[in-house]
């Protein structure tokens, strides 16, 4: 199982983004080694928001569009969509605490603490650096 990070997305939809190629690759290379992918609703929320805000993605997409290529995403790739339990809400709250980590790691670290608690031990990002604190992931990045 491979989780995939907010960022993945936005450069698979986006073929402007300077990293589009290289995240279609690498996505790819994960499908065809018959990878499942996970992913959580709040990562699939921070998607649309980065990819519908003009002063992050030029030119931003419509609403409407962006949860188009979600769904048609989503049907083509069948992730296992995971939902937080108390388990990940408790090791998201430590992990805060234990790292130090300020307001701009809260939904990393939450994202990192869901896939934890799922036995999900790779994850696509390309912020690597977000995530490899927590020293239990496999991280794959382009």
């Given amino acids: 199982m491979i989780g995939i990070d907010a960022n993945v997305l936005v450069a698979l939809a986006v073929k402007e983004h300077p990293s589009h190629s290289q995240a279609v690759s690498v996505f790819d290379r994960e499908l065809t080694a018959n990878e499942e992918v996970v992913l959580s609703p709040s990562v699939a929320a921070e998607f649309l928001h980065v990819v519908t805000d003009p002063r992050r993605i030029t030119p931003a997409q419509e609403m409407t569009a962006a949860i188009f290529w979600l769904?048609?995403?989503?049907?083509?790739?069948?992730?296992?969509?995971?939902t937080p339990n108390d388990a990940a809400i408790e090791l998201?709250?430590?992990?805060?605490?234990?790292?130090?980590?300020?307001?701009?790691?809260?939904?990393?670290?939450?994202?990192?603490?869901?896939?934890?608690?799922?036995?999900?031990?790779?994850?696509?990002?390309?912020?690597a650096d977000d995530f490899r604190v927590f020293g239990v992931f496999e991280?794959?990045?382009f």
């Fill in 71 to 82: 769904r048609a995403w989503a049907t083509e790739v069948a992730p296992v969509w995971l």
């Fill in 92 to 127: 998201w709250l430590k992990w805060m605490a234990e790292f130090r980590l300020g307001r701009k790691r809260i939904l990393d670290t939450q994202y990192a603490a869901l896939l934890h608690t799922h036995n999900v031990r790779r994850l696509l990002t390309n912020n």
């Fill in 139 to 141: 991280l794959v990045s």
